[in-house]
């Protein structure tokens, strides 16, 4: 069992930063693949940006690629979103996942853990 819980989120103007965390407890945090997902209001949960156990590869959503960065620290048991140029569209609730298996896939459905998310706001 692994137990995922976000920080970070919050109010930004559009072309801001923000930077979520997330932290993990339970099992050993290096043999989960860790990915970050967002559901905006009235819209299906999307993927954002996935990485390896390693941190080795990394994964990213089109709408996202040049802009969002994801990182782990297997020290801190903690993996990171880092958001920059941010924009309206970016609006909704960012969710951690970890995921047993070795690859960083894209899809919400191989993912076996959950936090409860973080909510961000980019203003216009």
């Known amino acids: 069992q692994v137990q995922l819980v976000e920080s970070g989120g919050g109010l930004v103007q559009a072309g801001g930063s923000l930077r979520l965390s997330c932290a993990a407890s339970?099992?050993?945090?290096?043999?989960?693949?860790m990915g970050w997902f967002r559901q905006a209001p009235g819209k299906e949960r999307e993927f954002v940006a996935a990485i390896t156990w390693s941190g080795y590869s990394t994964y990213y959503a089109d709408s996202v690629k040049g802009r969002f960065t994801i990182s782990r620290d297997n020290t801190k048991n903690t993996v990171y979103l880092q958001m920059n140029n941010l924009k309206p569209e970016d609006t909704a609730v960012y969710y951690c996942?970890?995921?047993?298996?070795?690859?960083?896939?894209?899809?919400?459905?191989?993912?076996?853990?959950w936090g409860k998310g973080t909510l961000v706001t980019v203003s216009s």
């Open positions: 339970g099992r050993t945090f290096s043999d989960y693949a």
């Open positions: 996942a970890a995921d047993e298996g070795s690859l960083a896939r894209t899809t919400a459905r191989f993912y076996d853990y």
